[in-house]
């Protein structure tokens, strides 16, 4: 059953001015900069994009009369002064940055080649203090200023501004070609029990608006909540973790210690009210949320605590928002692993296996250590970049950064300023989509090591000054991944390295980018004659000397010996035209989806008569240029099918793309199977979602919270009757097939449907 989404219709009702909300299409909305796509948005990140994180609490603050909402505790903002405005002192508060401060520095960020923003969740958050007992006696008050604890999705969150505040972010940004993303959680509310005072119940709780005779939301003529019911209230309770009637949360409690999968998936991350993924009134609700924000206009998500969410429900998530109207959007999550780590199988296929992207936290961990902290060599942060280019399918798409909110700041780490900008530079260049945390360009640091200490005001903390060093290194990199396709969607190799240096290359075809890195501020390197492709030339540092860089020769295939200074990083670029008579494809975004989906491809040699084919199956080209092909995934057998791009003879390289074989919806596998010690149970079946009778391709390993009973939820068409197996495998790959007939099971036909078989005997 395919999902079919109306346009955003509003229908006036008898309130003063009110408005309901009906449908999940896109928004009509002011947009100066040229759009990509047919359904006139600019278009999902792909590695041409620099990204900048915002805080949005954090950053600017444009309207001071947003700063204490009516109804807001006081003192629950940081204004010790009493001036109205924030201190940036008590981090734990409220600091008083919104949309409109953002507004206010599109231009310093256009200047600085920024082209998409990730903003905090624009939604109504926990309002109420947070109270963290301290070991002393003490007392600790927080807020919900970082946007993670949601209380109604479908307001916003009025620190931050009303919903016409939201739209003219959004309306200002795409105006200067800047994209949109937001941090979405689909994973929890808020702290429903305090665990600092022997768990003794806090908050938790979902509310949504005020519904009209018909069930819809009832909305004023800016899009803001009303009190339709005339209650003197303009939310209602949904859901709630203390009297849980309709099992929206999975009510476990703190994962603590607990690390296996289970414990990750469905206990608790800091008691904070975790949903039942597995539940299809759950499911249906947060599809409707998202929903509701892409049919804003927006350009893509973030995911929250992507590691804790049931890989199913995340994969139908995404397939769900990326089918409905206005096409495909930009999606990367947080699963937040630290190797050596168990878990890093996991977050390594969690792109193939869902549709979201990672913020690629093997890359800031290795980064962290080779320029932070000088704990591993530049060789081994090479080593990564090659070992990772190969273990991720998307390695372009996983968004990489040298911190975040979550994280340290790297200047406290890196306080000197030339491994600094080493460290920047070489993110600019790598293969992925690089994220700028706010304030790196001006240097921000924090009091200690800590993640909140590192979410500072950078409005009291700093100026918005565009002649630092890094504000340029930013500038020129960004300007730099978008003039040369070597940078977004080249293939990366590793020319020379030592403890402190490293000399790396991307290449897309001809086109090469050549960085020489020097890690250490007051130590000279030599660095060999190096075997090139690169044409006989000279060619200049595309940083201009900003970082000590020199121009270098080439002759006869060499790359001439040359000596790093302390600091020094070199760019060097060939950028030659490739044409337009052979298609070469660079991206595709998105990598799943189902017949009918639309589907970016990107490249060179795109426009023309153009065939596009997964596998063997054409797709209806919608649109085609030079750089850009919007595409209709055909009914093409499900799994995986390499897109190719034909231009009379030539043909380009494949890209894998996972064709759907229906709209996905959840069956949870049971089954009470007795193993030994290195064996676990799998599933495998008929439909390519369950490996298509092939062992090798089966599920994931079932969970076992109550051994000797295993569960999985499993993503599967919807609708759809198939035959399957239950398997054990160990760790050498043997596996041991159930005996008897097959089994056979319907999956449920509704959209956001989840189901349960029964508890099976393995057999």
């Known amino acids: 059953m395919m999902k079919s989404f109306t346009k955003k219709q509003w229908l006036a009702l008898s309130l003063s001015a009110a408005l309901v909300f009906t449908g999940y299409g896109p928004l009509a909305h002011p947009q100066t900069a040229e759009a990509e796509t047919s359904s006139g948005a600019l278009g999902p990140l792909t590695p041409k994009d620099t990204v900048y994180q915002i805080i949005t609490d954090r950053f600017a603050d444009g309207n001071p009369s947003n700063n204490v909402p009516a109804g807001f505790d006081p003192t629950l903002f ?178 603590a210690g607990d690390d296996s999968k289970f414990g990750f998936r469905h206990k608790e991350l800091g008691s904070l009210a975790d949903f039942s993924q597995e539940n299809g009134a759950v499911v249906a609700y947060l599809e409707k949320a998202a929903l509701f924000w892409k049919s804003k206009g927006i350009d893509g ?58 913020l690629d936290f093997e890359y800031f961990r290795a980064a962290t250590n080779a320029f932070g902290h000088f704990s591993e060599s530049m060789s081994a942060f090479g080593d990564m970049m090659i070992k990772t280019s190969a273990d991720y399918i998307y390695e372009n798409q996983a968004v990489t950064f040298l911190d975040n909110h979550d994280v340290t700041r790297f200047r406290f780490i890196q306080p000197n300023n030339k491994p600094f900008h080493a460290a920047l530079a070489t993110l600019l260049t790598s293969r992925g989509t690089p994220n700028i945390y706010y304030g790196t360009e001006q240097y921000l640091s924090s009091a200690d090591s800590s993640d909140i200490a590192g979410r500072v005001f950078m409005q009291t903390s700093a100026s918005f000054d565009e002649t630092t060093t890094a504000y340029n290194v930013i500038k020129k990199l960004s300007a730099l991944r978008q003039a040369n396709d070597a940078v977004a969607y080249g293939e990366t190799s590793v020319m020379y390295s030592s403890n402190d240096v490293l000399v790396f290359k991307r290449q897309f075809y001809d086109k090469q980018v050549i960085v020489a890195v020097n890690r250490q501020p007051d130590q000279s390197f030599t660095v060999p004659a190096l075997s090139t492709t690169l044409p006989a030339g000279t060619y200049s540092d595309q940083l201009g000397g900003l970082l000590f860089g020199q121009s270098i020769s080439v002759s006869n295939g060499q790359l001439g010996s040359f000596t790093l200074s302390g600091g020094e990083v070199n760019v060097w670029s060939y950028n030659p035209s490739l044409g337009t008579s052979v298609p070469r494809i660079g991206d595709v975004v998105s990598t799943s989806g189902r017949a009918g989906n639309h589907v970016y491809i990107y490249g060179t040699g795109l426009g023309g008569s153009v065939t596009v084919k997964f596998g063997s199956t054409a797709a209806t080209v919608v649109s085609a240029s030079d750089t850009m092909i919007e595409a209709i995934v055909p009914n093409a057998p499900a799994g995986v099918q390499n897109i190719t791009v034909t231009k009379g ?115």
């Open 649 to 763: 003879a030539n043909t380009s390289n494949p890209f894998r793309y996972e064709v759907l074989s229906g709209d996905q919806v959840q069956v949870i596998f049971k089954v009470n199977a007795n193993t030994v010690f290195g064996e676990n149970v799998h599933i495998v079946g008929s439909l390519p979602e369950l490996g298509s009778w092939d062992p090798a391709k089966s599920t994931e390993a079932m969970m076992t919270p109550n051994y000797p009973e295993w569960f999985l939820p499993v993503s599967v068409p919807a609708g759809t009757t198939f035959e399957f197996k239950f398997i054990k495998k160990d760790a050498n790959g043997n596996v041991v097939w159930e005996s008897g007939g097959n089994r056979i099971f319907t999956s449920p036909s509704s959209p956001s449907g989840a189901v349960d078989t029964p508890v099976y005997t393995f057999q």
């Open 301 to 358: 998500f973030r995911h929250d605590a992507t590691l804790h969410m049931n890989p199913a429900f995340v994969k139908n998530f995404k397939d769900a928002i990326d089918s409905a109207g206005g096409g495909p959007v930009s999606h990367f999550g947080e699963f937040f692993i630290g190797r050596p780590d168990p878990k890093y199988e996991e977050y390594r296929t969690f792109p193939d296996r869902t549709g979201v992207n990672n």
């Open 78 to 255: 940081d204004d010790p002064d009493g001036n109205g405005l924030g201190n940036g002192i008590d981090l734990k508060l409220y600091q008083g940055g919104d949309w409109q401060g953002i507004i206010d520095k599109i231009p310093y960020l256009k200047n600085m080649g920024i082209t998409a923003v990730w903003i905090s969740a624009p939604y109504a958050n926990r309002d109420t203090e947070i109270v963290d007992h301290q070991a002393d006696g003490s007392i600790n008050r927080w807020t919900s200023f970082h946007g993670y604890h949601v209380r109604s999705y479908f307001a916003t969150n009025k620190h931050f501004g009303m919903m016409q505040e939201f739209e003219a972010l959004r309306d200002a940004l795409h105006a200067q070609g800047m994209k949109l993303i937001i941090d979405f959680v689909s994973n929890h509310t808020s702290r429903w029990q305090n665990p600092t005072a022997g768990n003794i119940p806090e908050d938790g709780r979902l509310y949504e608006p005020d519904k009209d005779a018909s069930g819809n939301y009832v909305f004023d003529a800016n899009g803001n909540p009303v009190d339709a019911n005339g209650d003197g209230s303009v939310e209602n309770l949904v859901a709630d973790p203390h009297n849980d009637v309709n099992g929206f949360f999975h009510g476990l409690g703190d994962r």
